[in-house]
T-cell receptor, first 111, second 111 residues
Framework: ETGVTQTPRHLVMGMTNKKSLKCEQH?????MYWYKQSAKKPLELMFV???????ENNSVPSRFSPECPNSSHLFLHLHTLQPEDSALYLC??????????FGPGTRLTVL | AQSVSQHNHHVILSEAASLELGCNYS??????LFWYVQYPGQHLQLLLK??????LVKGIKGFEAEFIKSKFSFNLRKPSVQWSDTAEYFC?????????FGKGTKLSVKP
């Protein structure tokens, strides 16, 4: 148990759907992250939140919209996704910029 | 742009063989270096990390890595692998607050 939970673990959605991914960390960390993991590609950092403020947005398309209501919760809102957005979406947290603890991920399939 | 290179995509070894996985990074400033492991069906978890001090760092499960600043390298080693080491291994560099990952190396250990 890493202390970072993600729901749902699997999600199948159509291109016109709107869905949200949820991440919760129980470690008292002040930074949270969204990553995308696709086959044969490096883990891609999508968003970084430090003390609830977004500090990084790595040119992610606007169809991905993050939300960080407090330092323990992080959401990724999805709308009008494309099939190439199918991937494993990982959430992580850290205290400042020390070791990151990862959640189990949400396996997303866009039809 | 900063980048992390892992030279081997897939390594296949027999039990008791020695392991060395290569990792090179491109950033010339102060960096923090990590190796993460992802066992089949499990979370990414930290194997070891280097921030400063002794360039030879020891991690969990008998793994170690050596930071060679002049070569921009942080290779992972284990003298004798076990079947349970079958996993995917990711090198990562934290510079200026963001964690940059390599593409990963899959290790398959034959019993």
């Amino acid at each position: 148990e890493t202390g970072v939970t993600q729901t749902p673990r699997h999600l199948v959605m159509g291109m016109t759907n709107k869905k949200s991914l949820k991440c919760e960390q129980h470690l008292g960390h002040n930074a949270m992250y969204w990553y995308k993991q696709s086959a044969k590609k490096p883990l891609e950092l999508m968003f970084v939140y430090n003390f609830k403020e977004q500090t990084e947005n790595n040119s992610v398309p606007s169809r991905f919209s993050p939300e960080c209501p407090n330092s323990s919760h992080l959401f990724l809102h999805l709308h009008t996704l494309q099939p190439e957005d199918s991937a494993l979406y990982l959430c992580a947290s850290s205290q400042d910029f020390d070791e990151q603890f990862f959640g189990p991920g949400t396996r997303l399939t866009v039809l | 742009a900063q980048s992390v290179s892992q030279h081997n995509h897939h390594v296949i070894l027999s039990e008791a063989a020695s392991l060395e996985l290569g990792c090179n990074y491109s950033y010339g400033g102060t960096v923090n270096l990590f190796w993460y492991v992802q066992y089949p069906g499990q979370h990414l978890q930290l194997l070891l990390k280097y921030f400063s001090g002794d360039p030879l760092v020891k991690g969990i499960k008998g793994f170690e890595a050596e930071f060679i600043k002049s070569k921009f390298s942080f290779n992972l080693r284990k003298p004798s692998v076990q079947w349970s080491d079958t996993a995917e291994y990711f090198c990562a560099v934290n510079s200026q607050g963001n964690l940059i990952f390599g593409k990963g190396t899959k290790l398959s250990v034959k019993p």
